[in-house]
């Protein structure tokens, strides 16, 4: 019921946002207008850290589920390990700022963009993780239930108990914080710190409420749908980003600039500022390039059977890979 009225409020939000655009900008506002790029890079942004703080809440959820009990105190160190990390990805964010304010006085602007846009379409893949989904979810939540198992054996002091503990939640957030860091200094070196700025606590405010639901009020949330939706959208911000970045190498003159004659004619200068089609053949064969590796890898994925969004909960394989120990309580808050 709570969905379902959550879902009919922004459905009238939706509704008023039309309505006023309809009074106030007589009808849709120009898609050309200033700081409409950085609206959507800001939306890109949020969708991102979004995703990566789902990924958290699904490890963190699956490490402390056994936790209960007695050993409802061991979630104390974990969540503690995990404010750390929080800090330490803020320092990093601060150490990559000076890094590439660096650079910036040694390299031209055009090639350290190219660069830094090089380096966020990578880590987009990795974060994407089609290829290696098996590893990337399964791998890595079978590695924290191993650890946290090996914690909790009677035979572990209590000093190493504590420390380990502080050090699997730290492992836990630290890893997707880094990832945004060098997603985001692509944005930051193009668009500044402001939309970066907006971009990330529209993130963490949606992290925030699923983390509400999760560890305080225990709901029961569909985190593959989730996953899957937030994967969507990421595969649109794959494909603008990739778009961007071959122009910018162009613009560098990393790579050739052959225009499509029939193409300048057909696509709009909006469609160029919004979804950065550009009509080049380098552009638009990397896009290409970019959407047949996600699609093709996430069939092969599946194929082989290393994609559990499709079949398996991730969390409910960390489960039965910790079934050995003393205390385990079904995870259905996270199911």
């Known amino acids: 019921m709570g969905v379902r009225v959550g879902l009919a409020f922004a459905a009238l939000f939706v509704i ?21 790029s950085a609206t959507v890079a800001s939306l890109d942004i949020g969708v991102l850290v979004f995703r990566e703080g789902l990924e958290c809440i699904l490890v963190l959820a699956a490490v402390t589920a056994s936790m209960t009990g007695p050993r409802f105190m061991y979630r104390r160190p974990v969540m503690s390990g995990a404010a750390i990390a929080f800090l330490a990805t803020l320092a990093t964010w601060f150490v990559a700022i000076r890094i590439m304010k660096q650079l910036s006085e040694n390299i031209p602007a055009l ?17 994407m993780n089609w290829f290696f989904h098996k590893i990337y979810w399964g791998g890595w939540i079978r590695a924290h239930n191993r650890r ?52 990330t606590l529209l993130g ?23 996953l899957i939706t937030t994967g969507i959208l990421l595969g649109v911000v794959l494909l603008v980003m990739v778009g961007e970045q071959a122009q910018e190498m162009q613009l560098a003159n990393w790579i050739s600039t052959t225009p499509i004659p029939w193409l300048e004619r057909t696509i709009p200068p909006w469609m160029s500022l919004w979804f950065a089609i550009f009509p080049t053949y380098e552009t638009m064969a990397a896009q290409f390039l970019a ?33 050995a120990a003393p205390v385990v309580k079904p995870l259905e808050v996270v199911r």
Do not use: C
């Open 16 to 36: 008023a946002i039309f309505v006023w655009q309809g009074i106030a900008a007589q009808g849709a506002p120009d898609p050309l207008q200033a700081n409409t």
């Open 291 to 323: 959407a047949l590796l996600v699609i093709g890898s996430y069939f092969a994925a599946k194929r082989l059977g290393a994609l559990p969004l499709a079949g398996s909960d991730s969390v409910e394989e960390a489960k039965r890979v910790s079934v």
């Open 111 to 127: 090639h350290l963009q190219a660069a830094t846009g090089l380096l966020a379409v990578i880590v987009l893949l990795v974060i």
């Open 204 to 226: 963490l405010m949606l992290t925030g409420m699923v983390a509400l639901l999760t560890f305080v009020l225990q709901q029961r949330l569909p985190y593959r749908k989730m």
């Open 148 to 199: 946290r198992k090996s914690l909790l054996d009677p035979a572990t002091t209590s000093s190493r108990l504590h420390w380990g503990l502080i050090l699997l939640g730290f492992t836990s957030l630290y890893r997707e914080g880094f990832e945004v860091v060098l997603f985001l200094q692509s944005y930051h070196l193009r668009l500044g710190g402001d939309v970066v700025l907006k971009g």
